[in-house]
């Protein structure tokens, strides 16, 4: 899953919370989400016409995410893995 801890961390909460989701679905507040909780695909705000999404998929694309957030916290600030990880499930 990479070599940082925090990516560790935080894509297992993240992946824990959300659920994954092969297909679109409305959240409790009446926005469509895929995968593990993405609004958005490729660029592309997820709708009921987006097409199905696989886990595989889903979790490359959770790692990407949380690394692009991850790469910004530790740019800003020295932190140990576990605060990491926390900013990053926050942020996500």
């Known amino acids: 899953m990479g070599c940082d801890p925090a990516i560790?961390?935080?894509v297992n909460t993240i992946a824990k919370?959300?659920?994954f989701h092969a297909t679109p679905f409305l959240?409790?507040?009446g926005d469509w989400r895929i995968g593990y909780g993405f609004s958005s695909?490729?660029?592309?705000?997820?709708?009921?016409?987006t097409p199905a999404m696989t886990e595989v998929d889903a979790m490359e694309s959770?790692?990407?995410?949380v690394s692009i957030v991850l790469s910004h916290v530790r740019s800003e600030?020295?932190?140990s893995d576990d605060v990491a990880a926390r900013i990053c499930v926050d942020a996500f």
Not at 41 to 49: A, E, M, N, P, Y
Not at 62 to 65: E, K, Q, S, T, V
């Open 8 to 10: 560790t961390i935080a």
């Open 17 to 19: 919370r959300e659920g």
């Open 27 to 29: 959240d409790d507040k």
């Open 41 to 49: 695909v490729d660029g592309k705000r997820v709708t009921s016409d």
């Open 62 to 65: 959770l790692i990407a995410r």
């Open 77 to 79: 600030s020295a932190v």
